[in-house]
């Protein structure tokens, strides 16, 4: 099994300024390249030698990508602001909250130091499986572990499964698919814009990647646009240690409200599945509704409806029933 | 073998065989490419094309319809639905491959019922209505003819067919070998996945034991490794798959050859005429009378339609 060594195998370390330098060595180096933002997630890998990289291209010198600033259209924020300066950041803390709540979530103070946006959104999954180095599906193999009968499988997925029943562990991303962010992709040729929810993808679309991100990607902007800024916002995350764990489930959602009444929505929930999942039946059952409890309830309700457990999270259908349930309460 | 079978290693170091490489597609790929060009310059450097166009019609009309039908309408569904189906896998299992993204599992194990429910269908319809064995005869002696014809232009010119050319029916038991590989392997390979049949489980322990056998003492008798029967089965598939790529190029390549259109046109409207019929089949081993399609000779046709009495010929 995977023991975690002190001393990870030898890479070829690259330190570029720039990003179109990034994104030469980035293409010089293929699939054999790796590319490194804070290193909380990469670390494990290298420790665990189950990723032998030839070459590693930190990003921690590029000025270009980070900070948060005041763009057209809301905030531009670079994919390799640390967690904590979001965290910290004015306009964040007073009109979008949710991210601030998302990122405080996440791991420890010393982690939100060192860890970036980017690098949170774009972390692998924590299934332990794949992360032992077993050739399960997610790894180029032919078999899912945690999903067989016998498996140990209570932080795993009940919905949007397609083989792999790993989630996704970031606790920003589905704070940024409810605040319809935007991110930006750049090639060496090429440059994308994508929603939130899009950026992620499930098995069932390719089930070695959790992002649209191939070799050759670099993410390079998270842009939050003005128009749920002020939003009435609900960030909630379980987990089994409250000083510091990967959720179990989380819920973002953001509210436009006229009183008691919901005019718009975007909810989302994490750790139920390979990805973020935006709850589009919810957000229609309460879109233009008064939020009473039997409101919270319904939605709660919906919200789980198609998803099926493993043999031991079954426990994750009440506690995400519950969260959609307490975010759409927050609004009376 | 490295090249194209995929090892992946354990948490222990050893290479558990995954499945066929992507190069096996690509070699898939070239193999389709290079048959549809290499017969495009073999047939016309044998002069085919001019052959067809001078195609003896001889015999005579009398009693042979204008219209003789080739297919009939259940025969034509049960095709075109089992080649949709085809197609639906194809595209579903090699295009993510190639670089376009989608969610293809759930279209692909559905496209995979679908082919199997025709193919139950067809089975059973060719049993008990058609006539089985005329498609699935096969002759030496006409064989050795065909090959013959195949690799020299001096060899004599096979003699016509019944409603089954040797080709025909070769390519049949072709695909009837490959498709079954395929669908054995991939239900076994659907057990896995979540369907609204079955919980999915990623253990085959019988196909585990069918592996590896078992010796006197009820111990496996040759050592498997965990996975590795989960590989066979995906390397059966894949090569299947892969196998099936070439062999559906080349039947999309000769129902569109203009040469052979009119079996294209047989299985879209469900008769040819009578002057394709002649030119190219047999009377007597696949003979029409007023339309309605007769007991076939030993060895020659097949009944697809109402059988009549026997034809009356000059």
């Known amino acids: 099994m995977a023991i975690i060594r002190d001393m990870i195998p030898a890479f070829e370390l690259f330190q570029p300024t720039t990003v179109e330098d990034a994104l030469a060595l980035m293409a010089e180096h293929g699939e054999g390249g790796w590319v490194l933002a804070g290193g909380l997630d990469s670390y494990d890998w290298f420790k665990d030698r189950i990723k032998r990289p030839e070459a590693v291209i930190d990003l921690g010198g590029i000025d270009e990508l980070k900070g948060i600033i005041d763009g057209q259209d809301g905030l531009e924020i670079g994919a390799m602001t640390t967690l904590t300066e979001i965290v910290r950041h004015e306009r964040v803390r007073s009109e979008y909250i949710l991210l601030a709540d998302a990122a405080e979530h996440v791991a420890t103070p010393q982690i939100r ?9 774009s972390q692998d999954t924590r299934c332990w499986y794949y992360r032992s180095g077993w050739a399960c599906y997610r790894a180029g193999g032919n078999t899912c572990y945690a999903a067989a009968p016998q498996a140990m499988n209570r932080e795993h997925a009940i919905t949007g499964t397609s083989r792999c029943v790993a989630v996704n562990p970031s606790d920003t991303a589905p704070a940024l698919v409810a605040l319809d962010a935007k991110m930006t992709v750049r090639g060496r040729r090429s440059s994308n814009v994508y929603d939130a929810e899009d950026f992620f993808i499930g098995p069932a679309t390719d089930i070695t990647r959790m992002t649209v991100l191939e070799p050759g990607d670099l993410l390079t902007q998270i842009d939050i646009p003005s128009e749920w800024a002020n939003a009435h916002f609900y960030y909630e995350k379980v987990r089994d240690r409250g000083s510091w764990d990967f959720q179990l489930v989380s819920v973002a959602a953001a509210f436009k409200t006229s009183g008691n009444t ?23 059952l309460v879109k233009g509704a008064a939020v009473d409890e039997a409101l919270a309830i319904e939605a709660g309700e919906i919200a789980i409806q198609g998803s099926r ?3 031991h999270n079954e426990y994750k259908q009440p506690m995400m029933s519950n969260l959609v349930r307490r975010a759409v309460r927050s609004v009376a | 073998m490295g090249r194209w079978l995929d090892f992946e290693s354990n948490p222990w170091g050893q290479e558990v065989l995954q499945g066929v490489s992507l190069e096996l597609m690509y070699l898939a790929i070239g193999l389709a490419v290079l048959f549809v060009v290499g017969h495009l310059v073999w047939y016309r450097s044998r002069g085919f094309s001019e052959h067809e166009k001078t195609a003896d019609i001889q015999g005579s009309v ?5 219209r003789i039908v080739r297919h009939t309408l259940p025969s034509r569904i049960f095709h075109w639905t089992m080649g949709a189906s085809m197609l639906v896998l194809l595209i579903t299992a090699f295009v993510p491959l190639l670089g376009l993204e989608f969610a293809w599992v759930t279209i692909h194990w559905i496209a995979g019922a679908v082919l199997i429910l025709t193919i139950i269908y067809h089975v059973i319809h060719s049993i008990l209505w058609q006539d089985f064995w005329s498609m699935m005869s096969f002759n030496v002696r006409e064989a050795i003819g065909h090959f013959r014809h195949l690799l020299s232009s001096k060899s004599t010119e096979p003699e016509k067919p019944g409603k089954y050319p040797f080709d025909h029916r070769m390519y049949h038991q072709g695909i009837v070998v490959v498709s079954l590989a395929a669908i054995v392997t991939g239900v076994l390979m659907t057990l896995r996945i979540k369907t609204p049949f079955w919980e999915p489980n990623a253990y085959y322990p019988l196909v585990d034991q069918a592996i590896s056998g078992l010796n006197e003492l009820g111990e496996p008798a ?9 590989g066979f089965v995906f390397v059966i598939h894949g090569i299947a798959g892969v196998a099936l790529i070439v062999m559906v190029a080349a039947h999309i390549y000769f129902a569109i050859r203009p040469d052979k259109r009119y079996y294209l046109w047989g299985m879209i409207r469900g008769w040819i005429d009578r002057k394709q019929y002649l030119a190219h089949f047999d009377p007597d081993k696949w003979s029409v009378v007023d339309g309605t399609i007769q007991e076939s000779p030993p060895g020659g046709a097949i009944a697809d339609s109402t059988v009549s009495a026997p034809r009356v010929d000059d």
Do not use: H, S, Y
Request: no cysteine.
């Open chain 2, 62 to 66: 009398a009693g042979i319809p204008e």
């Open chain 1, 113 to 121: 130091n060192q860890g970036t946006l980017g690098g949170n959104i």
């Open chain 1, 262 to 284: 919901i005019d718009d929505a975007r909810i989302a929930v994490n750790g139920v599945a390979p990805f973020p999942v935006r709850l589009d039946a919810v957000e229609r």
């Open chain 1, 309 to 311: 457990p493993l043999k």
């Open chain 2, 222 to 230: 040759i050592t498997v490794l965990p996975g590795e029967a989960t």
